[in-house]
């Protein structure tokens, strides 16, 4: 399965990336200038999300933290070496509850169609950031024996959640773990992936939990064995 490395920004700039995603990544943001300009958003946001933690959030909290994100990728701010942005993601604390399910934990190219990808990127982390700064915005997570560890962060507002698993054991046998929103008309499938991934879920208002499960390799269309783990929503 090919991943569109965009989708990697949320997590790469909370080092949350496995080694070989995070090199891959790399290489893919010295051409990007639309992933370079969100990547200093995103950790922008984020601090503020770190900050918003420790203190009571205000009311207005919200509002300004979904303003800055929409308005920073414009901005185009001067680009930095890897180095100089990985001094700066280990000055940036480690964003304790409400970002941090994406520490502790939803997975190309040159930059010639990168237009409708780059969007894509900018909804996917303006979705993330509304999920986590939402007033309603409840944490839950589940780590395992064999290690790893899996959060989900569900606002009923905004009737999403946001899933993230991080470091789970590598499975034998083209196996992956599969992603599955549950309703009262049963299971639908949210995506897969290896060991690590993030995975933001619609429509998560209807739902009664999201499990997940051990499948071959390009995911089932219905579950084929028991959850590893299953967290209310």
Not at 11 to 29: G, I, M, V
Not at 110 to 137: K, M, Q
Not at 149 to 175: E, F, M
């Amino acid at each position: 399965m090919t991943t569109d490395l965009h989708t990697l920004l949320a997590p790469y700039s909370l080092d949350a990336l496995e080694p070989p995603e995070n090199t891959r990544f790399e290489a893919h943001l010295e051409q990007c200038p639309a992933c370079q300009a969100e990547l200093a958003g995103f950790q922008a946001t984020a601090t503020r999300l770190g900050d918003a933690v420790a203190l009571t959030p205000p009311a207005t909290m919200r509002s300004r933290v979904l303003t800055e994100i929409a308005r920073t990728p414009q901005e185009r701010p001067v680009v930095t070496a890897i180095a100089q942005r990985r001094s700066l993601r280990s000055a940036v604390p480690r964003m304790a509850a409400a970002a941090a399910f994406l520490v502790g934990t939803i997975g190309v190219g040159g930059y010639a169609i990168e237009r409708d990808n780059a969007h894509e990127a900018d909804a996917r982390s303006t979705t993330i950031t509304s999920v986590l700064a939402a007033p309603d915005a409840a944490t839950t997570s589940k780590t395992f024996s064999t290690g790893g560890n899996v959060r989900l962060v569900a606002s009923p507002a905004q009737d999403s959640a946001v899933i993230v698993a991080n470091d789970l054991a590598r499975l034998k046998g083209h196996k992956v773990y599969q992603v599955w929103m549950i309703n009262g008309a049963g299971p639908k499938s949210q995506g897969t992936f290896t060991s690590s991934g993030t995975m933001i879920m619609h429509g998560a208002g209807g739902a009664d939990s999201v499990a997940i499960t051990v499948e071959p390799e390009g995911g089932s269309k219905q579950p084929t064995t028991a959850p590893i783990v299953t967290i209310a929503i």
